[in-house]
């Protein structure tokens, strides 16, 4: 692969959770299979007080529990964590940048950088328009000769306003194609690989469209409930955390026209569209095309958990879904009067993440054992925990007569290497690195997905606890999610238990 230009990565909230359990060991793992730039230094931003050889240490840590086979003594862990570099201020003060600027032109100095920062904002989201601003305040948005980047994670916003004004704030500092909005799940090597499923293939890309495909599921449930992250919960909920952002991504990469040259902004293009013209829902479906819910206590593995209003920082009469599930359509020319459905939720019987393409039934059911209505004929794109795809279709069971069972050709994407499949954050991290925004958010896709989300959010803050249904942890969600699919048109629809086994 492709080796990025010598550069630094300022990580901004370093001292946190996701710098020493995600970013520090993607970044080891890159370095380990020589990714990384030639000239690399990465340097730690946060509030806590830290020496270099305290934020080693903790990294170092990070990197052993994800790394259970490797020895604290390796000698490439030593080298790395070298350059490894932490300075500590308080970054709500913009007038005090100056600290890290120092520490920069320092550090550029000592290996002899080019004039190259990504900043990387693994801070909580209030603090996404107080940054930007401290580092241009500070002069380090600008570079006569090299380049500056800013990766921003997810919440983008909480609303469309809001992810607009953000949006604004960062484009007054920075260019769009500077700005880097990711979405951990686009990083997974499957479903990049729908992409390429699509698009290298002659015998899907026929049949990928209303008139062969039935309807689509989109799934992902947790097994987890919301653990320590109940002051987020209560904000965001499952509809802003999963749906908004993941699974609407995962859907477009499902929908899209084929793009006209395989780079960045023709891929971001097709997803925009996909993203303009989701049907908007009327009053009416609001009620009837959408189900939310929350988790009650329940067992999960033999083991009782508490309910949703029971967590840490939980509010007792909350009101915020833990669970969604909704029917899309798309106003446009391949996909109209397809349904796309989408599933979500924590607490649930079984964790998985997975796509499922159900393909129109013949006309005429000849056999014994042969599926009627809804179709048997199914693509599934299994994104965790087992990154696969299986294509399941009838055949006739041995002896006489012609009766059918349904089988499976199965792909596990780890049978193509016997490494280590690489964790989204390599890949991701590794694109900006060489500024490749291919699978980043852009602008307007990022605005068209909150026009579609907006009225669900304003429907329900307006109804408050009407409308929500509870289903008890470990159970496969609400009961009244049948609402959601006519019975007559696809009898054989039972839920997530389409999936076949």
């Known amino acids: 692969m ?24 993607a970044l080891y793992e890159l370095y380990i299979r020589n990714l990384l730039p030639e000239n690399f230094v990465v340097l730690g931003v946060a509030r806590t007080a830290l020496t270099d050889d305290e934020f080693r240490q903790k990294q170092r840590d990070g990197i052993l529990a994800s790394q259970k086979e490797l020895s604290a003594k390796d000698i490439r862990l030593n080298l790395f964590l070298e350059c490894l570099f932490y300075v500590n201020f308080d970054t709500r003060d913009t007038a005090v940048y100056g600290v890290l600027k120092d520490r920069v032109n320092e550090l550029q100095k000592r290996y002899l950088l080019p004039d190259n920062i990504i900043f990387y904002m693994a801070t909580p989201p209030e603090m996404y328009e107080v940054i930007p601003v401290g580092l241009q305040k500070s002069g380090l948005t600008y570079s006569a000769t090299g380049f500056r980047r800013i990766v921003v994670e997810k919440p983008f916003g909480t609303n469309l306003k809001s992810a607009q004004h953000l949006t604004r704030l960062l484009e007054s500092i920075f260019d769009e194609h500077d700005i880097f909005r990711i979405d951990h799940y686009l990083g997974k090597e499957t479903v990049q690989n729908i992409l390429v499923l699509r698009f290298s293939n002659g015998i899907f890309e026929p049949l990928w469209n209303r008139n062969y495909v039935d309807y689509v599921e989109i799934i992902s449930t947790e097994t987890l409930g919301v653990e320590n992250r109940g002051n987020y919960y ?9 749906i908004q952002n993941h699974l609407l991504q995962l859907m477009a990469f499902i929908a899209m026209e084929p793009p006209a040259t395989f780079d960045p902004e023709s891929i ?53 879904e833990t669970y969604v599930a909704m029917k899309l359509e798309l106003d446009n020319w391949r996909w109209g009067g397809t349904p796309f459905y989408i599933y979500t939720g924590k607490r649930l019987a079984e964790k998985k993440t ?56 199965d792909f596990l ?14 890949r991701l991290l590794l694109d900006v690195m060489l500024g490749d925004s291919t699978l980043y958010s852009r602008a307007d896709a990022q ?18 606890n009407e409308g929500l249904t509870f289903y008890p942890a470990g159970s496969e969600g609400p009961r009244n999610i049948g609402q959601l699919i006519s019975l007559d048109e696809k009898p054989n629809f039972v839920r997530c238990k389409a999936i076949v086994k």
């Not at 209560?234 to 999963?242: K, Q």
């Not at 994407?413 to 390599?426: F, I, R, T």
């Open 447 to 464: 605005e068209a997905s909150w026009r579609f989300i907006d009225p669900i959010i304003d429907d329900w803050t307006k109804k408050g």
């Open 354 to 409: 997975e796509i499922i393409i159900h393909f129109k039934s013949t006309p005429q059911q000849l056999f014994v054992g042969q599926c009627s209505g809804s179709s048997c004929n199914q693509l599934v794109i299994r994104v965790q925990p087992d990154e696969s795809i299986a294509l399941r279709f009838g055949l006739k069971v041995p002896g006489s007569g012609f009766e059918v069972r349904q089988v499976s050709m």
């Open 234 to 242: 209560e904000t965001a909920g499952a509809l802003r955390d999963m």
């Open 268 to 320: 971001r293009d097709e997803i925009a569209k996909v993203f303009r013209s989701l049907h908007h829902y009327t009053p009416e479906e609001l009620q009837k095309q959408i189900v939310r819910g929350q988790y009650i206590a329940g067992n999960i593995e033999g083991e009782k958990v508490q309910s949703y209003r029971d967590e840490k920082n939980v509010d007792v009469k909350s009101v915020r």
């Open 413 to 426: 994407y780890s049978s193509l290497s016997d490494k280590k499949l690489p964790d989204a954050y390599e």
């Open 2 to 25: 492709e080796k990025a230009d010598s550069q630094m990565l300022v990580i901004l909230g370093a001292s946190g959770d996701l710098t020493t359990r995600k970013l520090i060991p």
